[in-house]
């Protein structure tokens, strides 16, 4: 059973690590790097497989603990040194998986009650899990590798017969190790006795006896029905055939202005109606060849609509129409090369993704605009008014709100 959890908790946790790592890149990164534009929404659909599994490993976790707890209490606590790299490992990965998850799930509340800065700290400890669990699987990889090199015979019933060498106890090497056993006393020993009852209720075909705390049926039932229900209860907020079942998810499809969720609003991030009034401009930039655009002069160019999503890093996504000019023209009006990558600057006064980047594989495609309109109205201020940028395959925070300055690098 603690095989069986932990593979899916594993699995769980590498497709995070993976999803999390793109997300990560994408915001950060290096000089080298370039990323699919297409499908559009390959960026929603990666960090929601990212929360949704994220959210997963919640009972998967629990699950896990629940199976091996008896052994975290083993005794002697340390026997030699791969014992102790062992559970050494065991001891980072529990507790930096407690605060990777618990931290990841407040950060799509957009809730940070603790004193660090979650981007960098969920960056961090994604290392030290994945680093804890290789070792912890290279410490059980002698057990493993006995386990698919074992020898397997069968009966002319065509039963699996167990040789000696087999991991799985019998009933009589159980019941021989239990009579040779020197027997402990206190409450400790009742519990080792509860699971040796359950070893030898798993062996046994019968229905359970004496009384183990949870039936293995039980234990599997419990454990599929919490990580189907915490999926189904939140996926809504990125899968958007879930919608109807979005319980607990923070953000509901097709809410706020043009039927689209706001993340930061424009009082948040103190942009005023002076700053977007008739005197903005937009300005596009490369080295001494500068323009300027007013709301007029971008709606009196080529418009383009196009469908692409929001997708949050925080786990919600929707996907939008939206109408604008095309930021390749833009860029062409001021002689920029397809090579070059381009800075963006917001009005908004501060916050930590004022100024970003984009590399060129975003700049020239198709899809991406310099957005005006959303679902068919005047783009909202909470939205970006008067223009934001919306490009496809790129986290939420990347979608640059109250535009004011394009620039080449
Ligand atoms: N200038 C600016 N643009 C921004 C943000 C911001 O804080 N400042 N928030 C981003 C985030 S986190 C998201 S998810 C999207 C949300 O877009 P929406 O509010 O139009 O749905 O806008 C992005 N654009
Ligand atoms: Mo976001």
Redesign the pocket.
């Known amino acids: 059973m603690a095989v069986a959890v932990g593979r899916l908790l594993g699995s769980a946790f590498l497709i995070c690590f993976l999803t999390g790592l793109y997300s990560h890149f994408l915001q950060d990164p290096l000089p080298w790097m370039h990323f699919p534009t297409s499908p559009s929404n390959l960026y929603q659909l990666s960090q929601g497989i990212h929360i949704t599994a994220g959210i997963a490993c919640f009972p998967l976790l629990l699950g896990k603990l629940y199976v091996i707890y008896p052994e975290l209490f083993s005794y002697p606590p340390i026997k030699n040194f791969a014992g102790f790299l062992g559970r050494a490992s065991i001891a980072l990965f529990v507790s930096s998986s407690i605060v990777q998850i618990v931290t990841g799930l407040f950060d799509t509340f957009q809730w940070y009650p603790f004193p660090f800065n979650f981007r960098q700290v969920h960056f961090a400890l994604s290392f030290v899990i994945i680093g804890s669990l290789a070792i912890h699987i290279a410490v059980k990889l002698p057990l493993i590798s006995r386990y698919w090199t074992r020898k397997k015979s069968y009966d002319a019933a065509g039963n699996l017969v167990l040789d000696e060498e087999d991991l799985a106890p019998t009933k009589e090497t159980v019941a021989a190790n239990l009579a040779t056993a020197s027997q402990p006393t206190g409450p400790l020993a009742r519990r080792a006795d509860g699971i040796t009852g359950r070893v030898m209720d798993w062996i046994d075909t019968a229905p359970p006896r004496g009384d183990p705390a949870v039936s293995r049926r039980g234990f599997i039932a419990t454990l599929s029905v919490a990580t189907a229900a915490v999926v189904a209860l939140t996926a809504g907020q990125s899968f958007r055939f879930l919608d109807g079942l979005n319980v607990f998810g923070p953000r509901k499809n097709g809410t706020?202005p043009s039927g689209?969720?706001?993340?930061?609003?424009a009082k948040?991030?103190k942009?005023t109606d002076a700053d977007t009034g008739s005197d903005w401009q937009l300005t596009v930039a490369r080295g001494s060849s500068v323009k300027t655009y007013s709301r007029a002069d971008l709606l009196a160019m080529k418009q383009y609509e196009v469908q692409l999503p929001?997708?949050?890093?925080?786990g919600?996504s929707?996907l939008a129409t939206w109408k604008g000019v095309r930021l390749r023209d833009l860029m062409e009006s001021v002689g920029a090369h397809p090579d070059e990558d381009l800075r963006l600057t917001?009005?908004?006064k501060s916050?930590g993704?004022?100024v970003t980047e984009m590399g060129n594989e975003f700049v020239q495609n198709d899809l991406t605009l310099v957005a005006l309109e959303?679902n068919g109205q005047k783009l909202a201020m909470?939205?970006?008014y008067p223009a934001?940028?919306i490009a496809p395959s790129r986290?939420?925070?990347?979608?640059?709100?109250?535009?004011s300055k394009l620039e080449v690098i």
Request: charged share 20%; glycine share 10%.
């Open positions: 706020g689209l969720p706001i993340n930061r609003t948040d991030a942009v929001i997708a949050c890093v925080e919600w929707q917001s009005l908004e916050g993704y004022r959303l909470d939205h970006g934001r940028m986290p939420g925070v990347l979608q640059t709100k109250w535009l």
